[in-house]
């Protein structure tokens, strides 16, 4: 299980993640990625996409995989609403994103923040007793 907090962050949106696997920590990620760019209550889960990158550590493998999602929805309007981890190593992931193409035009108000980047301040997935946690701050 996992849960995130919203943290104080000037002219950025930052998140704390909460979880009890570092498996949850990419899963909540990725979502939370999504449920700040878009309102996801009229995604169905029609297709699948999948994601393997590389990285010298965890840290920058979380780093890796919320950049190619954010590019991925910029380049292609792919919004995901279930996150499965397929492959987890300490320098590669592999994902399953299941969610939709955005075919049409969606109305302003279901948009939420435009996300330009991520950046890699203060992430870093560090273990404390049982559970797992990081910030992410994305540049809106």
Same mark, same amino acid.
């Given at each position: 299980?996992?849960? %995130? !907090? %919203? *943290?104080?962050? !000037?002219? @950025?949106?930052?998140?704390? /993640?909460?979880? @009890? $696997?570092? +498996? +949850?920590?990419?899963?909540?990620?990725?979502?939370?990625?999504?449920?700040?760019?878009?309102?996801? @209550?009229?995604?169905?889960?029609? #297709?699948?996409?999948?994601?393997?990158?590389?990285?010298?550590?965890? @840290?920058?493998?979380?780093?890796? /995989?919320?950049?190619?999602?954010? &590019? %991925?929805?910029? *380049?292609?309007?792919?919004?995901? #609403?279930?996150?499965? *981890?397929?492959?987890? #190593?300490?320098? $590669? =992931?592999?994902? !399953?994103? $299941?969610?939709?193409?955005?075919? &049409? +035009? /969606?109305? =302003?108000?279901?948009? #939420?923040? +435009?996300?330009? !980047?991520?950046?890699?301040?203060?992430?870093?997935?560090?273990? $404390?007793?049982?559970?797992?946690?990081?910030?992410?701050?994305?540049? *809106?």
């Amino acid at each position: 299980m996992w849960k %995130y !907090t %919203y *943290i104080d962050h !000037t002219a @950025d949106l930052g998140v704390k /993640i909460t979880a @009890d $696997s570092k +498996e +949850e920590i990419y899963q909540a990620a990725a979502l939370i990625l999504y449920e700040n760019l878009i309102s996801l @209550d009229k995604i169905r889960l029609k #297709k699948k996409i999948r994601i393997r990158i590389t990285g010298k550590d965890y @840290d920058q493998l979380l780093f890796n /995989i919320l950049k190619k999602l954010l &590019e %991925y929805y910029n *380049i292609n309007r792919f919004v995901g #609403k279930q996150v499965d *981890i397929d492959l987890l #190593k300490k320098d $590669s =992931l592999c994902i !399953t994103v $299941s969610g939709d193409f955005l075919k &049409e +035009e /969606i109305p =302003l108000h279901l948009y #939420k923040h +435009e996300i330009k !980047t991520i950046t890699y301040h203060g992430l870093h997935i560090k273990k $404390s007793g049982k559970k797992f946690t990081t910030n992410v701050i994305f540049d *809106i």
